[in-house]
């Protein structure tokens, strides 16, 4: 599977949640990273390149910092100018049909204000509407967002955490399961190298814990089928 | 379970020792994916006891 990421911020090489997402990237996985804004520092948009691009990848993204509730200025040129009719939607416009359509969000606030009630009062999925009624529009599937609340306040630890949604994000095929993260963790854990580990040991180690999300599985699908017997009576 | 607190302390040690940050937080979240399976495990067991001692199920 092909991801395209598409990243509009004014100013990405400053921005520490871009840089940070950028540097999360998985090394050998099919994704295009593009940076609009330093693609096109005049604003000149190459319509056909970019439906080239759409064309050729089967997961499309866009990833931006929240600005009033939706994206710095360029993205939404780019839709102006991309989406166009016969192309995105209206006859003959299918080339975007099937593919998967996926945000990922830097937001300022923390996610407890995104509610009736909160801060700004209206949840992200409302806010995002727009996003919505795109990938409805263009025949794409719309995926749950990744959203990143404050990323300046995190943790180191929740910052690793989010590496790894981020990378799944990408990555896994949708929707995203139990079952699918542990063959994406067993995957990553087997190619991991071992030689940013000390000594030995470390081999052994990451061998016991594949062996031991594989036991799990075994465990909490004889559980389900135990459960499935049950129900079946 | 004494079996998962050792792999666990090791993963973490491991992570600690990591130079790679990419592989510190793989490792971070793997000990977080065996705590997950653990608790849908639990939960599994929780509902296959409770199906187990429902009366509905008491037929002979």
């Known amino acids: 599977m092909k991801t395209l990421i598409i990243v509009s911020h004014p100013t990405v090489l400053e921005s520490g949640s871009q840089q940070f997402l950028i540097q999360s990237l998985p090394d050998d996985e099919d994704i295009t990273l593009h940076l609009l804004e330093e693609t096109y520092p005049n604003g000149n948009i190459d319509v056909e390149k970019e439906q080239a691009l759409l064309r050729e990848h089967d997961r499309v ?7 009033w509730y939706s994206s ?3 993205l939404k040129k780019w839709q102006d100018e991309v989406l166009t009719e016969h192309f995105a939607f209206g006859y003959r416009g299918n080339r975007l049909q099937n593919k998967e359509f996926g945000l990922v969000l830097a937001i300022g606030l923390p996610e ?16 995002t509407k727009p996003y ?5 529009k263009t025949g794409m599937t719309y995926l749950k967002p990744l959203t990143i609340f404050q990323f300046s306040y995190m943790t180191e630890k929740q910052k690793k955490a989010l590496l790894i949604d981020y ?10 399961s139990l079952k699918r993260r542990e063959e994406w963790f067993i995957k990553q854990l087997t190619k991991t190298s071992k030689e940013t580990l000390p000594g030995e040991h470390a081999t052994f180690v990451i061998e016991e814990a594949i062996d031991k999300i594989e036991d799990n599985r075994l465990e909490l699908d004889e559980l389900r089928l135990h459960l499935d017997n049950y129900d079946d009576k | 379970m004494e079996d998962n607190q050792w792999l666990k302390a090791q993963l973490e040690q491991l992570e600690s020792e990591s130079q790679d940050y ?3 937080a793989l490792l971070q979240a793997t000990v977080a994916l065996l705590l997950e399976q653990e608790k849908r495990e ?3 067991q929780g509902e296959l006891d409770g199906t187990l001692w429902s009366p509905g199920n008491w037929t002979v």
């Open chain 1, 61 to 67: 993204l866009f990833q931006f910092p929240f600005y």
């Open chain 2, 22 to 24: 990419k592989q510190k």
């Open chain 2, 42 to 44: 639990e939960q599994l």
């Open chain 1, 112 to 127: 407890k204000e995104y509610q009736t009630g909160g801060r700004e009062g209206f949840s992200i999925s409302e806010l």
């Open chain 1, 72 to 74: 710095p200025p360029l």
């Open chain 1, 132 to 136: 919505q009624a795109m990938a409805k």
């Open chain 1, 167 to 176: 990378q799944q994000y990408i990555s896994l095929e949708q929707p995203i």
